[in-house]
Each structure stands twice: as structure tokens, then as C-alpha cells.
């Protein structure tokens, strides 16, 4: 078993009100490659920033890494279009930076690096994958993508309040630009993310099909950018047993979340890590919610009997990561 | 306690009779790209070779896979110059492949890259690191770099006959390209490397000064080229505690190893595996002798006392990566 985080960016993320991930818009760009060094080291290394929202609710790479430390899960991060240095060490898929949706072709790497992440995922020696990601903006990208497929499902947001009439003028600007319409790229899953997509989505797609295809037993660690990956997957024609994991605060946030999962025919497991401590209850507040494979960490916490374990641990990897985001209190009360 | 192996790529490796690493020259690009690999997953993912010598030693890859399945460790590849694909997930720090030494400027991006590595080791959250290589061809440049920092001392080889006066030739051509006599690069260690090395020498020799910067105690594992990167880190004028942990093989190839090790202020470890069952009698009849941190490793499974089941170890990795290169009964026997 082994957890993949596919780390990217689109320049989506750079219009004001989208994200949440970075405490200020000229910082989203780093938050891939820090969750990135932050699941692999639990610290970071070049990344100069550790990303938390505007309002101080830690990056999900900080739960990921907890679960990590609790389990010595395998991890392994592929470059799905980071825009920053990482650390961490990345494998090369071909994806480029994805500029704004809003762009006629925001993605151009999408069809080699789909193809790129299928055939490495059908020589990975592995029996079950877990995929994440990390994309700031990537809500509004996989918004886009879903309907570019035609299939009408909505998506979740890092932040408390999601942004949908914003999301939905970005989106239809980008349609816009593409010259695409909704549904015309039904089936050509590739056209879907390389005109209306971040580089992200099709990396997690083409993953998921290599992985099937060699019978490798796959879990989506994510919310509704991972269904969106899902459904770029089914698109491709891939069949065979498929889970999304995601985390209650996500489950919460999308009433169609389990239509949407039977559409695509996913197993949906919902993990509750019952967070209650500063800085953690900012996600009982229903900000951030998911991201860098939170939920398929939580699902592998859970399946190995330490989920009560992972708010303390989470804490301590936030102590590392910044002394001051932690009441050292609540370190104590809750080792 | 991390391992980081660099790993790359330089053309003087294709000159023929210089390298022992790979069936063919034909196949030495894939060597790094493929030895990242099985320290990585235990296997080739997306390599098309297994490397092997034309007499089919093993590459020492499996011996250092070999004691991370024993131990555990921790490894980190760092991309030193890769010319071919490696599904291992790797570190940027600017390295390119090299070119043939005998062209004015093998490695322009040699200041950048040892730059690079001295800034991400000082980054690294490691108390201790191991620092290994994997370039085909890499002693002949090793002895240029040497010879450039005005240091005297020989270079072993992964051929049982040393081709000595085959590398003295292409060394001397290497100079007349570059301009350089020896010695006018001493104490400027990434001009030896640009002129006269390899894309990976750099990138260890910053690794080592970064990281001694750090405080971090670091080991070489390897031969002559890890003796070379040693001495650019201590014409770098790094200071502190360092290494040099190597195979019983090497150090019978190479007379002048304790005066080498002695004036660049190195403590010397030397591990004898004993191996003795087919293939790995191979180094004990002088090949390889080295490789992909294969004296780190042996240090390590020596340290934690697992020394003496390193080779059944390794003839499990290589039942795994090639069934036929491995007699059957040897790995039942031995386990």
C-alpha cells in the first residue's frame, strides 16, 4: 500500500476570493510544495511559507503527515504542475504549471502526462494505492471539468462561505475561452482537463486507470476534486472497484456527495476525526475540509485502529511546524 | 538518519571500456535511472534494464535494497543529471545530464546544482546522513576533478582491470578542452566540477557542505568518486566530522585509500559483506566493487547488526528482479 500525492498549480488559484490555501493570494503557489514536504518530512524545507488559511486553519498535509507518523505509511509525490521548489522528492509525469481556466488552453501537458501517470501506475509494484492531491484553486477547475464531461454535480470549497456565484462566472468564462460547451468533452476525458482543468486532475485520472487496468486496488483521499478525477476515469472507460475516502466536514458540506459517488460508481467511506482543539476546530468550523489525501488518511488511520490518535498527533506535527499555531496545553492534554 | 542517493548521468560514460555499468553502452543512461529505482520500490518500475556488468555482476543498487528491507531506513533520491526516465521520485537541484568531459564545459550547471544541494541539506530536519552516487563513468571524471583540485591520488574502477591508461587519455583530453591545467582549480571546487566532472560530484559535495554547515554528521558511502566529494566539500572549506564508508573491495582496489581518506580528514569505515554465492561472487572477484551507497549501506546493516544477512538479503532482491540470474536453491539455502 502506498499513499500518492499528486502536487500542482493553476493560476485559478491567483483570483481573489477562490482559495483558501495560503493566508494570502501571492502565497498559494508555495502551499503544493509545502504540503508536499510536509507529508514527507513533517516540516518544511524549501518552502518558505507553512501554509494555513487567512484565518489560521492548518493546512490537511499536517493530518496526512500525522496519520503518517502514526502508521509508516509509504508515501510518494508526483509533480502534477508545481510552480515552486519543493523538497520533497517528486516524480515527473510531464505536467507543467496550469495557467488560468480562463485561458483558451490552461493545460496543455494533460493528455501526455495522463498517459505518463497510467503507464507509471502499471508498473508500480504496489497492491492498493491511496491518491491525494494538492491544488490550490482546485475546487473551481474540477467545477469546470465536471461539466465540460456533463455530468452536473456540484463542488465543495475551502472555504467556510463557498464562493459558487464567483465559481460559476470563472466557469462560464472559461467555457468561454475554450470554445468548448458543457458536455462536449463527454468520453475524451484528456480534452476535458487540458481546456477547462488544472494539470492535477488528469494525473490523478491517469493514475487511477493505469492502477486499474494492472488490478491495483485504488482509494480517492479527497473530496470533489477527487470525484472529479473519479468521473475523468470512468469517462476513459475504466471499470473495476474504485473508493473515495473522504472526511465528514466534506461529507457535510455536499448533500449530493452519495449520488454523486453512485453515479460514478465509487464506494464512498466518510471519516470523522472528531477534531475539538485550537487550531483544529477550524475544520468542525467547515473551513478547509479536505486536501493532500486527509480523507484516505483518515480512512487508513481508522482501517489500523489509531484514528483516536490522530488529533494529538496532528497537534504535534503543528507544534513542529509552527510553535506558536499550538496551544502547548492542549499538546499535553491531548499525548 | 536519511540516505540520499544522487543520481546521473554523464557522456563520458559512453566511451568504450570506461564503464562496468550496464550490458552494454547502449544501456548506461538507464543505470541511475534504474538503480533510483530498486532502492526506491525493490524493482524496476519504469526502466526497461535491470543493470548488470557484461559479466552479469549485479548492480550494487540491490545490495543497498537489500539492507534498507533489512533496516528501514529512510532514502532520498536526488536527481544528479538524469538522462532517462526514473519512476523513483526524485529532488531538483538544477542538475543536468553531464556531457563527455572531453568537451570544453561538461557541466554548466555544476555551481548552480552544488549551490542548490548546499542550500536543501541545510534544510533537511536529519540528524545524520548517508550521501551515495550512481553515474556510470563516474571514476574517470572523478579522476579529472581530482587531478584539477591538484590532488594526486588514483581512482579505482567497476572493471576488474582498472583501464587505467584509457582514462589517463580521456582525462588529459579533458584538460586540453577546458583550458585548466591540474591544480588551477583548487579551492574552487564547482569550477573543477564544471570543466573537468560530472553532474553528480556537485551535487554531493554541496549536499556534504550544507549539511556539515548544518551540524549534521554526514557519510559518504562509495568509493573514489564519494573520496572526490569530499575533497571538493573540503576545498569548499567545509569543516566538521565526515565519513567515507566503503566495501572490503574497493578498499583492496585502491592502496592509497587511508592516505586519501587521512589528508582530506576522513574517517574511514570499511565493510566486508563475505559474499560467496552466484552472482554476487562477482565482487569478490572485482567487480563492481561499489555503487548506489553500497558501503554506506553495509555500514548501516553492520551498525544495526544485521551484517550477516545482507547477502540472503540481496539474492531475495535479485530473485525478484531477475528469477534467472539467481540460482534458486542459493536463496533457500541462504535464507
Known amino acids: 500500500m502506498r499513499v500518492i500525492l499528486v502536487a500542482g498549480t493553476t493560476q485559478t488559484a491567483k483570483i481573489p476570493g477562490i482559495s483558501a490555501a495560503g493566508a494570502d493570494p ?9 504540503d508536499a514536504e510536509i507529508v ?30 502514526l502508521t509508516g505509511f509509504d508515501a510518494l509525490v508526483v509533480d502534477g504542475g508545481l510552480s ?17 481556466i480562463r485561458e483558451e ?25 491511496v491518491i491525494g492531491e494538492t491544488v490550490p484553486g482546485g475546487t473551481t477547475t474540477a467545477m469546470a471539468v465536471l461539466r465540460a464531461l456533463g455530468e452536473d454535480f456540484g463542488v465543495s470549497s475551502s472555504l467556510p462561505e463557498n464562493p459558487t456565484d464567483l465559481k460559476e462566472e470563472v466557469v462560464a468564462d472559461a ?19 487540458r481546456y477547462l482543468g488544472d494539470p492535477v486532475l488528469p494525473v490523478v485520472a491517469g493514475l487511477t486507470v493505469g492502477a486499474l487496468e494492472s488490478g491495483i486496488e485504488v482509494t480517492l483521499g479527497g473530496g470533489t ?21 473522504t472526511t465528514s466536514y466534506l461529507a457535510d458540506d455536499v448533500p449530493h456527495l452519495e449520488d454523486a ?48 490518535d490522530v488529533e494529538a498527533a496532528t497537534l504535534d506535527v503543528l507544534s513542529r511546524l509552527d510553535p506558536e499555531a499550538v496551544d502547548a496545553d492542549a499538546v499535553e492534554d491531548d499525548a
Not at 522528492?89 to 507543467?96: E, N, R, S, Y
Not at 468548448?180 to 476535458?192: E, Q, V
Open 26 to 34: 501571492s502565497l498559494v503557489g508555495h502551499t503544493p510544495s509545502a
Open 40 to 69: 514527507e518530512f513533517g516540516q518544511t524545507v524549501r518552502s518558505p511559507v507553512t501554509p494555513v488559511s487567512p484565518t489560521g486553519c492548518p493546512t490537511p498535509a499536517a493530518i496526512t503527515r500525522a496519520v503518517r507518523e
Open 84 to 100: 515552486e521548489p519543493t523538497g520533497a522528492p517528486t516524480i515527473d509525469v510531464g505536467a507543467m504549471p496550469g495557467r488560468d
Open 105 to 129: 488552453q490552461p493545460v496543455p501537458t494533460a493528455p501526455g502526462a495522463f498517459e505518463a501517470a497510467r503507464q507509471l501506475a502499471t508498473t508500480l509494484p504496489e497492491d492498493e494505492l
Open 175 to 193: 467555457f468561454d475561452a475554450s470554445g468548448l460547451s458543457p458536455g462536449d468533452a463527454a468520453h475524451t476525458p484528456k480534452r476535458a482537463a
Open 225 to 245: 476534486q477527487l470525484l472529479t478525477a473519479a468521473a475523468l476515469a470512468r469517462h476513459a472507460g475504466a471499470v473495476g472497484d474504485l473508493s473515495l475516502a
Open 261 to 308: 459517488a453512485e453515479a460514478f460508481d465509487l464506494d464512498l467511506v466518510v471519516t470523522d476525526p472528531e477534531f475539538e482543539s485550537h487550531p483544529l476546530d477550524r475544520y468542525a468550523a467547515g473551513e478547509a475540509k479536505e486536501g493532500a489525501c486527509m480523507g484516505g488518511a483518515l480512512m487508513l488511520a481508522d482501517r489500523m485502529g489509531v484514528l483516536d
